[in-house]
């Protein structure tokens, strides 16, 4: 998703100011050009189209207005700049060589480019960092929920440190230098061929986050791995005198009394009969048999400790899916970047830098699918709009 050096991308050659810019149609025949054409504009639409689904549950559906939530929010208005800026201006540029909207619109371009594919990577680091905490640091992490301005905060910043890594540059380079490297029928950064500076942003903007990243997902990984070695040794039962039968339930272990210590301490409590309705995924009481309160209590934090490490895991599996897209997406074009500018162009193909570019941008429109579509509550949202009719009858269902 990151256009940052995109307008040059089948121009490579204006890197060595002693060769002439090559326009892709005399590359590519006029049927290769509309298939190209058709391809881009279709990406186009799919980025707009599934960002602003995204938007519009957030608009229409109250429920998914909690802190994390607005992080995929953030997300998602990136990439719709991406879709509805970036993508349409950069087309005709892709297909015929020649930027047309002259040097001032190129600025605006350039610096919308590289804002938002930077925003969006930074986005991606902090959902990641967000679910980090929801599954390592649980207790702080809700105690945190009511702050509303903590996520406020934390978008703001990314915009901010998005902009200072590219924008300065692609307005002030050409003044700082006294002179500028690009031709009047060119849209591309000034540092386009800059090894140096490429080297240090590319750091910042793709390395750095993707370790960041794994790192996250490592520690949810184990911190899930952990639970459930520690709850395989431990289990919902209440005491032995009680006549009921128990199925083992994991249970994390924690500095506080566990739920069978609790039942222990009131076995001489008073019995009731046992309600069907009590029989959980954690217990299995035999026929006949009847439970006590704290017993009750015991089944219902089990079945609830059984039900945050399934969701967790869930959610584990869905950062996997997500690391391994961005890595993808990011890794061909940021590693080209570098190589490119270090040899000024001339040992890399120009279809194939320019086929890692748009692959940023592929990135952009898989986003809307990759994050919100991991949660039922955002399918749900887009159930409601899409199909509001099948929401209704799968809502009247449910009670």
């Known amino acids: 998703m990151h256009n940052s050096t995109a307008g040059t991308l089948h121009v490579a050659a204006a890197c060595n100011e002693t060769r002439p810019t090559q326009s892709p149609s005399s590359e590519f025949s006029l049927g290769v050009l509309v298939l190209l054409a058709f391809l881009m504009v279709l990406l186009c639409l799919v980025t707009i189209l599934g960002n602003i689904l995204v ?15 607005y992080f995929f929010l953030n997300l998602a208005v990136s990439d719709f700049a991406v879709g509805v800026f970036c993508m349409p201006l950069y087309i005709p540029y892709a297909l015929t060589g020649t930027w047309h909207l002259g040097q001032g619109l190129c600025k605006v371009w350039l610096v919308m480019d590289y804002l938002v594919c930077t925003a969006s990577v930074f986005s991606i680091v902090l959902i990641s960092y967000d679910r980090f905490l ?6 702080s992490y809700r105690a945190q ?12 910043a990314i915009w ?11 307005l002030f380079w050409e003044h700082v230098a006294g002179h500028s490297a690009v031709a009047a029928d060119q849209c591309y950064a000034e540092f386009f ?3 140096y500076f490429l080297l240090c942003a590319s750091t910042l903007e793709f390395f750095v986050p993707l370790l960041l990243v794994i790192y996250f997902n490592m520690h949810i990984f184990h911190s899930i791995q952990r639970r459930q070695r520690q709850g395989g040794v431990q289990d919902c039962e209440p005491p032995r005198s009680s006549s009921l039968s128990w199925r083992f339930c994991p249970l994390p272990r924690s500095g506080a009394s566990s739920p069978s210590s609790e039942a222990e301490d009131s076995v001489s409590s008073s019995m009731r009969p046992k309600k ?26 089990c079945s609830k400790t059984r039900s945050k490490l399934q969701q967790d895991k869930k959610i584990a599996k869905s950062l996997a899916i997500i690391v391994c897209v961005f890595a993808v997406c990011w890794a061909p074009y940021s590693l080209l970047m570098i190589i490119r500018g ?14 890692t570019f748009w692959l940023l941008w592929i990135n952009s429109s898989l986003n809307p699918f990759l994050y919100p579509l991991c949660h039922v509550k955002f399918r749900m949202a887009f159930l409601k709009i899409l199909c509001p009719k099948k929401f209704a009858t799968l809502r009247s269902g449910s009670f």
């Open 342 to 355: 270090a040899c000024q162009g001339t040992c890399v193909h120009n279809a194939l830098y320019e086929a």
């Open 55 to 69: 938007i519009l549950a957030f608009i229409l559906d109250r429920n998914l207005r909690h802190r994390s939530n």
């Open 193 to 195: 061929d800059n090894w």
């Open 160 to 170: 901010v440190l998005a902009f200072l890594l590219y924008c300065p540059a692609i």
């Open 276 to 301: 069907e309705s009590l029989v959980t995924d954690c217990s299995s009481p035999s026929r006949g048999n009847s439970v006590t309160p704290e017993n009750e209590f015991s089944v219902s934090l």
């Open 134 to 139: 929801s599954v390592t640091k649980a207790v």
């Open 145 to 156: 929920q009511g702050i509303t301005s903590n996520p406020a905060i934390k978008m703001v």
